[in-house]
């Protein structure tokens, strides 16, 4: 059991805060289809005057984040804009640029390299670097599948770029692998591995810097408020950023067959970092 309260509701926040950060995937849809009431709930508290940002780990530019966003359904009336991992990971390629790159990840991650001087090409046996936004085939393969690739990178002590620090999320009621778990195995290996994504400083410094420039004023931290389904990212990294988070569950953290209360005891030890409230879905 836990102290953190179990809410239904996310309208109560709403009074408390100018500027709310919520993360995509396992909120707002689950991969194939968007979730209503998350969107409802957006929109209400954009009616009320707030201003919502997505944050995202997605390793794709923004831009990229709205397209798919689209096929999938989310209404563009939901949000103010989008903060993604590949924004800010952006930077991190580019300092490659003349370098040898090796990406690892479906083509359909490519846009993180558009405009950039920083491009792939290289393979593992010759990389300088390695750009990680993914696995090459999520359906059907884990992080072990890298087993071998990471050993050859490991080899020469490649430093790896991990575009999005998501170790899973869940598709469609499927549970899927993410980079952050072939980063992880590259860690576990002893390889070096560079973020900027959930739960790192550099996606929230961008959310508020932005979040801020579409209200016209800087905003408050104590005025955000992250929404989540991610303990060690979303609501780790809003602690670490000092803002207040708000636990939704999915099947990334919660078995179906378990109670929340009991769920939030397990997540949120006293020496964890702690959500100001836990919901079972995200509604207004």
């Not at 998350?38 to 929109?43: G, I, Q, T």
């Not at 085939?137 to 999005?164: F, G, H, W």
């Not at 800087?218 to 389904?229: M, Q, Y």
Request: charged letters at 20%; one cysteine or more.
């Amino acid at each position: 059991m836990t102290g953190i309260p179990l809410i239904s509701s996310i309208a109560p926040f709403a009074a408390s805060s100018d500027l709310w950060f919520v993360d995509i995937w396992g909120v707002m849809h689950n991969g194939v289809r968007p979730f209503a009431s998350s969107v409802a709930a957006c929109e209400a508290f954009r009616k009320q005057g707030g201003t919502l940002l997505l944050v995202t780990n997605s390793p794709r530019p923004h831009e990229s984040v709205a397209r798919q966003l689209d096929s999938i359904g989310v209404a563009r009336s939901a949000y103010d804009g989008i903060v993604s991992s590949g924004d800010v990971s952006r930077s991190l390629i580019d300092a490659w640029a003349g370098r040898r790159i090796v990406h690892i990840g479906p083509e359909r991650d490519l846009p993180i390299f558009v405009g950039l001087r920083a491009v792939p090409g290289a393979s593992a046996d010759n990389a300088e670097v390695a750009v990680c936004t993914g696995l090459f085939d999520d359906e059907t393969e884990t992080p072990e599948s890298y087993s071998a690739l990471l050993q050859t990178l490991k080899a020469r002590n490649v430093p790896m770029i991990c575009a999005n620090p998501d170790l899973k999320v869940e598709r469609g009621g499927r549970i899927i692998y993410c980079a952050g778990a072939i980063a992880a195995a590259y860690v576990a290996l002893g390889g070096t591995v560079s973020y900027a994504g959930k739960p790192f400083r550099p996606i929230y410094d961008l959310a508020l810097r932005t979040g801020s420039e579409l209200r016209g004023r800087e905003v408050s931290k104590d005025r955000v408020l992250a929404i989540g389904d991610g303990v060690g990212t979303d609501i780790a990294g809003a602690a670490n950023f000092g803002v207040r988070s708000v636990f939704i569950a999915s099947g990334v953290h919660v078995r179906s067959d378990e109670l929340l209360p009991e769920a939030a005891g397990r997540l949120f030890p006293a020496d964890k970092p702690q959500p100001v409230a836990v919901m079972k879905s995200f509604s207004w």
